[in-house]
């Protein structure tokens, strides 16, 4: 059933079939959007409406929306994967719908019925179904967002009007020449959450606040930043925009570590079903408290065998090698370790079709 009617209006200009082909030949990462997106406006006093599909293109704003002062701006990801009956699919839609909310609540922000969110993606994903791309491994990157319209320079209030919007961007492998371990950078001059804080919310300010420490772990010869917590600089929190797995042994008894949801950790669904997918690997799971000194030790001893990082985009991100101002350690043999990779074929597995689907997380689109 329809929460809401959503106008539709075709995309008179779309890419031509031979400019589109082009473009999955190689997508690269979030550079190219499909013909059409979702727009659907909320106002405090007539709640969500005007629920529309349109062509892909630049939206007006009023130059005192409260957005472009204040931040008040939250967003999803996740992908749509074409099956090998050609049939698409999302991965846990209502898991993304339902973190939206929780990040709504804490921006102070109008939350949307979780069926409308699921219904405004399966339309823009129905009707650029020719962008999903075909080839292994590759996905239809999804993108709600959200953000305050309303004209208001006044600071002491949230908006009342807001702007719900979906765009879809097909991306490749994340990583192109095969996975390879990064280095990572420990941050201690800045923090991406602090308690109380907005860490638990997919906001935009988060991202903002985090380029300055990714930019230095750049200058210091790092791929990626691991976010340290905000009060003591030593429990590990995150790596980059990732989650981020510890995995202890490698024989018969493999375990894994993960840090717990504290509030300043952004609750990845990918963390979530690796937790749920690990023990039906025989891989132990934990989550709970790990500090620089215990990670370093760790790889030392050789008892902390391989770390990844984990999200909807890369999937997992082995961590090779991790550097900060008085220490430097290495992980493994730099290459991905076997867990690490066990768990990822696992998850694409699930993605593809290619495993059953025991959790009910595939979400039919056509
Ligand atoms: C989105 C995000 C993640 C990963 O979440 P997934 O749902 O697994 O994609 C992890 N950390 C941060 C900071 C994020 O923004």
């Known amino acids: ?35 059409h997106m979702i727009t659907i406006r ?25 957005v472009l002062h204040y931040a008040q701006e939250l967003f999803e990801g996740l992908k749509a994967y074409r099956q090998a009956d050609g049939s698409i699919v999302t991965f846990r839609p209502y898991a993304n719908a339902a973190r939206m909310n929780a990040s709504a609540q804490r921006m102070a922000m109008p939350e949307i019925p979780e069926e409308l969110f699921v219904e405004a993606i399966d339309l823009l994903v129905s009707t650029d179904r020719d962008w999903v791309p075909t080839t292994e491994g590759h996905s239809l990157y999804l993108r709600p967002f959200m953000f305050a319209t309303t004209r208001l320079l006044g600071v002491n209030q949230p908006a009342n009007e807001y702007l719900f919007m979906i765009i879809a961007s097909p991306s490749g492998n994340y990583y192109s020449r095969g996975i390879k371990p990064v280095t990572v950078w420990l941050s201690q001059d800045y923090t991406r959450a602090a308690p109380g804080g907005t860490g638990a919310a997919k906001t935009g300010g988060n991202y903002a606040a985090s380029f300055a420490g990714q930019a230095q772990a750049v200058e210091n010869g790092c791929d990626q930043v691991v976010w340290l917590d905000a009060v003591e600089h030593r429990w590990v929190e995150e790596v980059g925009s990732m989650n981020l797995m510890f995995v202890y042994g ?32 025989g891989i132990q799971v934990e989550e709970g408290k790990i500090n620089i000194d215990e990670w370093q030790h760790g790889c030392e001893s050789g008892e902390l065998t391989e770390v990844f990082g984990c999200g909807t985009a890369a999937i997992i991100s082995p961590v090779g090698a991790v550097k900060g101002a008085d220490r430097a350690w290495a992980i493994g043999d730099g290459e991905p370790g076997p867990i690490s990779m066990r768990l990822r074929e696992e998850l694409i597995g699930i993605q593809f079709g290619r495993r059953p689907d025991t959790y009910g997380w595939i979400h039919k689109i056509a």
Do not use: C
């Open 1 to 35: 059933m329809s929460t809401l009617d959503f106008e539709i209006t075709r995309n008179e200009n779309p890419v031509s079939a031979e400019d589109r082909a082009g473009i999955l030949a190689d997508p690269g990462w979030g550079q190219h959007f499909t013909d």
């Open 42 to 66: 909320y106002h405090k006093d007539k709640g969500w409406h005007d629920a529309k599909l349109e062509p892909y293109g630049p939206i007006t704003l009023d130059p005192a929306s409260q």
């Open 250 to 281: 490698s024989g018969p008894q493999p375990r894994i570590l993960t840090p717990a949801l504290t509030g300043t950790l952004l609750p990845g669904i990918t963390r979530d079903s690796m937790l749920r997918l690990a023990p039906d690997l």
